[in-house]
């Protein structure tokens, strides 16, 4: 005797299937995601979402807190700097990862997209992508466009882990040194190692501010010039108000 065909099969495989997506906790999303095409293709996919001020990250999937990059975000927030106290952030997670988004609409890094990525070079790029993974040890997923990213977050979502405290993180509080270091990033090629220097020798911004060029020239050599000018241009601007 012939086994007989199910001809309910398929419709119960669908019916388990939309079990399980009803089952799953809402995704967490942060409210300035809230227009994305990304949000919008998540419940299109059926996924329960919820829109919130999270503090770090803009998705929590079950245990998993997302920092989702599109290219030319990645590249301006790379330069800014955010994207490191982002980075340091992410650390309060013991799972966590950077989607960068759009590879079908941009590229990341070639000769011709460093003429309009903000003047980055390539290298420039792969070094900071390396510092991502091995310095702070963060998984990096490049996706094609928003509905490649939300068909990540949908896979992430149906495992079965979960966490009911992740919205508690905070941003991190930096120390009077790391605010006074990151100030004087600001300035035109003064990086970490600079910053550094310049507050080992003088140990405050205002002694810093106010240190002659023979005393500020063997640390800013030939930067000396453009960072006292900067000052010294904001002082003239100031009591030209009075």
């Avoid at 994305?36 to 999270?54: D, I, M, P, R």
């Avoid at 990033?185 to 140990?203: M, Q, R, S, V």
Wanted: glycine share 4%; net charge positive; proline share 4%.
């Amino acid at each position: 005797m012939k086994p007989m065909l199910n001809i309910f099969a398929q419709t119960e495989k669908k019916s388990n299937s939309k079990s399980l997506v009803e089952n799953l906790p809402p995704i967490k999303i942060d409210y300035r995601e809230k227009n994305s095409l990304v949000a919008s293709e998540l419940v299109h996919l059926g996924l329960k979402t919820e829109f919130l001020e999270l503090k770090v990250g803009d998705y929590i999937v079950n245990d998993v807190i997302i920092e989702r990059k599109t290219i030319s975000d990645f590249i301006s927030s790379m330069i800014n700097k955010r994207l490191l106290r982002q980075l340091e952030e992410l650390q309060q997670y013991p799972n966590k990862l950077i989607i960068i988004e759009g590879l079908d609409e941009q590229e990341l890094y070639s000769e011709e997209s460093h003429k309009i990525n903000g003047g980055v070079h390539p290298n420039a790029i792969r070094g900071f992508l390396l510092t991502i993974l091995l310095r702070h040890k963060i998984p990096i997923i490049f996706s094609k466009n928003y509905e490649d990213t939300a068909i990540y977050i949908n896979t992430i979502a149906k495992k079965k882990q979960r966490t009911e405290d992740s919205i508690r993180a905070n941003k991190k509080s930096l120390s009077v040194r790391e605010q006074q270091q990151f100030i004087l990033e600001g300035f035109p090629g003064i990086g970490p190692t600079t910053a550094k220097k310049l507050l080992d020798k003088f140990n405050s911004l205002e002694k810093i501010f106010n240190a002659t060029e023979e005393e500020l020239t063997p640390i800013l050599g030939k930067k000396t010039e453009g960072f006292r000018k900067i000052i010294l241009s904001n002082a003239s601007s100031k009591n030209n108000q009075h």
